[in-house]
């Protein structure tokens, strides 16, 4: 008799949420305020009930725009009980790179806390007056008061296929890509995560990174799949956060390198041992970094992962930390990570393009056809990342994409600086690089060429980049010259902009 490896095997999973209705453990600690999972669970069903008396139904688009912990987190769940889909904004962002993304998501309702209340309203009145006309609905949350007239909806299964988030990432030519993160997408992340790191009874896992990038929001849904705590901070204190690690319990910390030179300067006692980990993605961490930390016991895992692999891709563990200094360390456990060249799978030790397999793997991008052709092939993501594996499978990652500037945590590519500052009438050629900054990792510099007889002030450009761009991603430092570097080909050679300094 043949074996069917399929039988018995389902997508339907109880909701993780439901699953915790009853507890009384901590689940969401935020600015002084703390809900329990049943609290959650309460919170978040009677939020679902005031959504659905808005017509919001299982698959319907709804963004959200907010820094509030508790609005997120709730809003986020809410959406899971309805079996609608979330599309989180970054508040970061300038109004046209907003409205432009709520009307490729086919967003019906925008949910915002009160801090945004004002800018979500500008949201729907472009987006009403705009050339679709799309008409969006609008919910403001104050994170004190909760909707008490509805019928609380909840529900009891996940369909592990089904869009849980349309997440937008950066795209190299300047226009965000939706990916598709699915309920599946969270477990084996999640899986793959408690695999490398472990999970405690107690944890306590600090999140000082907004929940709408791919970061904030694994640390939000992993700490349900586990039933753990999550602690949200609305913005990142180094001072606030080694508090928390010190006073509060807090177990698990995820940073972005100039977050952890932040927390670590000046710092003299070493960190306790209730701290179990931190783990460190955002772009490559330098060596001293890394170094001053285990001269404070801090213990850091240096960590690859991007929104197409819902967070984590790889994680150094702690025993190697040491051996392995500088590599992002093995793959998780259901991840698979090739080196490419082309079609071309490479051996160890060779540089190439970072590609990935597995079941954290989005499935593809929003209504992107163009996107999924370049990205996926034969069953792999290509990342556009350059790295090695060396012989024991261990990953170094070499630049987070060639020209990906990270920050102070956001990522900005220069394509998408380049074509703002090309929108002046003055400015006839744009380069755009990032420059090391002690603060924040990296800035942003930018290049320009203006028309002949233009005359053009540093601030006049930058005032022009804000009408356009989110804060971070306007150029620090303007440099003025006859022409940009090119090659022979005539392409921009934005590795030679430094020189312009």
């Known amino acids: 008799m043949d074996f069917d490896a399929t039988v018995g095997a389902s997508p339907i999973i109880p909701d993780w949420l439901h699953r915790r209705r009853h507890s009384g453990r901590l689940a969401i600690a935020h600015e002084g305020a703390a809900w329990t999972y049943a609290e959650l669970h309460e919170h978040a069903g009677r939020l679902a009930g005031a959504l659905a008396q808005r017509g919001v139904s299982a698959g319907d688009r709804v963004a959200l725009l907010a820094r509030h912990g508790l609005v997120f987190t709730a809003s986020v769940h809410a959406l899971i009980q309805l079996g609608a889909v979330l599309v989180p904004l970054n508040t970061r962002q300038a109004i046209p790179e907003l409205v432009w993304q709520l009307d490729a998501a086919r967003v019906r309702l925008l949910i915002g806390d009160a801090e945004h209340s004002d800018l979500a309203r500008q949201l729907v009145d472009r987006l009403q007056s705009g050339e679709t006309r799309r008409a969006v609905a609008l919910l403001t949350l104050d994170g004190e008061r909760w909707p008490e007239s509805a019928a609380p909806v909840h529900r009891e299964h996940l369909d592990l296929r089904a869009v849980q988030c349309v997440m937008f990432t950066s795209g190299t030519t300047g226009r965000p890509k939706g990916a598709l993160i699915t309920y599946g997408n969270h477990l084996w992340g999640a899986a793959g995560s408690a695999f490398r790191l472990g999970v405690q009874p107690d944890d306590r896992w600090l999140t000082p990174l907004p929940l709408f990038h791919v970061g904030g929001q694994a640390v939000l849904l992993r700490s349900v799949i586990y039933g753990t705590a999550a602690v949200i901070h609305r913005a990142f204190d180094p001072d606030a956060v080694n508090h928390a690690i010190d006073a509060q319990g807090v177990t698990l910390v995820s940073v972005v390198p100039a977050m952890l030179t932040r927390m670590i300067a000046g710092r003299k006692l070493p960190y306790p041992g209730t701290l179990r980990n931190i783990l460190l993605g955002g772009g490559p961490a330098p060596r001293t970094l890394l170094e001053d930390c285990l001269a404070l016991a801090a213990p850091v895992s240096q960590s690859y992962g991007l929104t197409e692999a819902n967070s984590q891709v790889a994680t150094l ?73 060396d012989d024991e499978g261990y990953l170094f990652v070499l630049d987070r ?11 900005v590519y220069p394509a998408e600086v380049e074509a703002a500052l090309l929108a002046h009438p003055d400015i006839v050629e744009a380069g755009v690089t990032g420059v090391a900054d002690e603060r924040y990792g990296h800035a942003v510099f930018a290049v320009v060429a203006l028309r002949a007889g233009a005359r053009l002030e540093e601030a006049e450009i930058r005032q022009f980049c804000r009408e356009r761009l989110g804060g971070y991603k306007i150029p620090r430092d303007i440099r003025f010259v006859a022409e940009l570097p090119r090659n022979a080909a005539g392409k921009l050679l934005r590795k030679e902009l430094v020189k312009c300094l």
């Open 317 to 389: 563990s702690l025993d190697d930390a040491m051996r392995k200094l500088g590599s992002s360390g093995q793959p998780l456990l259901m991840t698979e990570v090739r080196i490419m060249e082309g079609a071309v799978a490479l051996p160890p030790g060779s540089e190439g393009e970072i590609a990935l397999r597995g079941p954290t793997v989005i499935p593809g991008y929003d209504n992107q056809p163009e996107a999924d052709a370049g990205a996926f092939h034969d069953g792999w993501f290509h990342t556009g990342d350059v790295g090695y594996l």
């Open 401 to 411: 994409r060639s020209d990906l500037i990270v920050t102070g945590g956001e990522n």
